[in-house]
DNA sequence: CGCAGCGCCTGAAGGC
DNA sequence: TGCCTTCAGGCGCTGC
């Protein structure tokens, strides 16, 4: 599941693949979630930047095209002659004749195109700090977790907080920083273990062009390899890394949920 | 306004 | 071998 490090990882391969080139046709899949791409068609591509998982596709005419990846989306920059893929979603005709396309197979994500004033798409402005920004610190993070009741782990995952994070890199913060993920509260010392060692995960995926455990791709096809450094998501059965208790999963608020019950006490 | 619950999607994996 | 069920889960929407 693309989370921040994977969409950064895609950013960053796409930026000299897409600057500077001129969507000159589109096609996309009859859902609604896909069909705002054609909006774009004869713009030209000025910048790729991110806010959370959102990929923001700035266009010469100060409009930007705005891709959610969901649970399976992939996008590529294809040679001319390339066959499409039947689960392309979205595609473009750029002006060097190559096509631009989003595969997603189960059709989780999701395209928008904004005028100049970015928050005047709901989801964004409701988005809480990005996790790189001086402004989310771990004042704010035990401020913000104080306010609500709701599970930390869910808190984490709800984008208002601090954006960017999903269900792996939540139970590998969480591990990190040796808090359990159903806590209803959390102390400011714990607070600020969370706030670091958010970062620390979200640096190390994005250092490891992200974690592929099934669908995630790079632009160029290939895989991250951040999976192969994950101390906890997915490790249930496994000894846990920092003291060889037996970690264990549940379901936790419909996510399922991995943690070290030693080393991570409510 | 906060939040719980539901629906969207489909391939993979497991059971029989 | 093949059919059926369950599972994965981010987010938009609805309604309390």
């Known amino acids: 599941m693309p989370e921040l490090p994977e969409v950064e990882t895609v950013r960053r391969g796409l930026r000299p693949l897409l600057i500077g080139r001129t969507f000159t046709s589109a096609g996309t899949h009859p859902s609604a979630k896909f069909t705002p791409a054609v909006h774009t068609v004869g713009t030209t591509v000025a910048d790729i930047d991110r806010r959370g998982k959102y990929l923001l596709v700035a266009l010469d005419d100060h409009r930007s095209l705005v891709i959610h990846l969901g649970m399976t989306g992939q996008l590529r920059v294809d040679p001319a002659d390339a066959l499409p893929d039947p689960y392309d979603r979205a595609w473009w005709t750029l002006d060097d004749g190559r096509r631009f396309a989003f595969r997603d197979v189960r059709r989780f994500g999701r395209i928008a195109v904004v005028g100049t004033d970015l928050r005047s798409l709901p989801t964004l402005a409701a988005l809480g700090?990005?996790?790189?920004?001086?402004v989310f610190t771990p004042q704010s993070l035990w401020a913000d977790l104080h306010r609500s009741q709701v599970r930390?782990?869910?808190?984490l995952l709800n984008q208002r907080v601090v954006a960017?994070?999903?269900?792996?890199?939540?139970?590998?913060?969480?591990w990190r920083a040796r808090v359990h993920p159903a806590s209803r509260s959390?102390?400011?010392?714990?607070?600020?273990?969370?706030?670091?060692?958010i970062i620390a995960v979200l640096t190390q995926g994005i250092e490891n062009g992200g974690t592929t455990l099934r669908d995630y791709r790079t632009v160029d096809g290939g895989s991250g390899s951040n999976q192969y450094r994950l101390d906890c998501y997915g490790q249930a059965g496994e000894p846990c890394p920092r003291c060889a208790t037996i970690?264990?999963?549940q379901v936790i608020d419909a996510r399922?949920?991995?943690?070290?019950p030693a080393c991570q006490r409510r």
């Open 129 to 134: 700090p990005e996790p790189f920004d001086p």
């Open 152 to 155: 930390v782990k869910t808190q």
């Open 164 to 174: 960017g994070i999903g269900n792996i890199y939540a139970d590998e913060a969480l």
């Open 186 to 197: 959390v102390s400011r010392p714990a607070a600020a273990r969370l706030h670091g060692a």
């Open 247 to 249: 970690m264990r999963r």
């Open 256 to 260: 399922g949920t991995t943690w070290c």
